[in-house]
């Protein structure tokens, strides 16, 4: 079992950015894929990145891309989500999870994919 952690939400103006982490403990953080998602007042949650075992393989929803990255340093157990470029309709809870499922290069963009949640971090962005 692996337990985690998001840190790094916050308010910030329409065009700034922000560094979400989720630090994990428990069992091997390089066996899991990782993942980030999203939940905005009143609606589902949301795929928003995906990161495989190795690092080799990134997903992005379209929303994402060319303004997140999503990368990872297996030394320190850590998954980060840099955002650029924020808008208001990114703001939201933004939850990271863990995943055993497929291989090394794995990457999964549905909830159901993930074996693991962290409690989230509030992410709002003014316009």
């Known amino acids: 079992q692996v337990q985690l952690a998001e840190s790094g939400g916050g308010l910030v103006q329409a065009g700034g950015s922000l560094r979400l982490s989720c630090a994990a403990s428990?069992?091997?953080?390089?066996?899991?894929?990782m993942g980030w998602f999203r939940q905005a007042p009143g609606k589902g949650r949301e795929f928003v990145a995906a990161i495989s075992r190795s690092a080799g393989r990134t997903s992005y929803a379209d929303s994402a891309k060319g303004r997140f990255t999503i990368s990872r340093d297996n030394t320190k157990n850590t998954v980060y989500l840099q955002m650029n470029s924020l808008k208001p309709e990114d703001t939201a809870v933004y939850y990271c999870?863990?995943?055993?499922?497929?291989?090394?290069?794995?990457?999964?963009?549905?909830?159901?994919?993930?074996?693991?949640w962290g409690q989230g971090t509030q992410v709002t962005v003014s316009s």
């Open positions: 999870a863990a995943g055993n499922k497929g291989v090394s290069y794995s990457v999964y963009v549905r909830e159901n994919d993930y074996d693991y």
């Open positions: 428990g069992r091997t953080f390089s066996s899991y894929m």
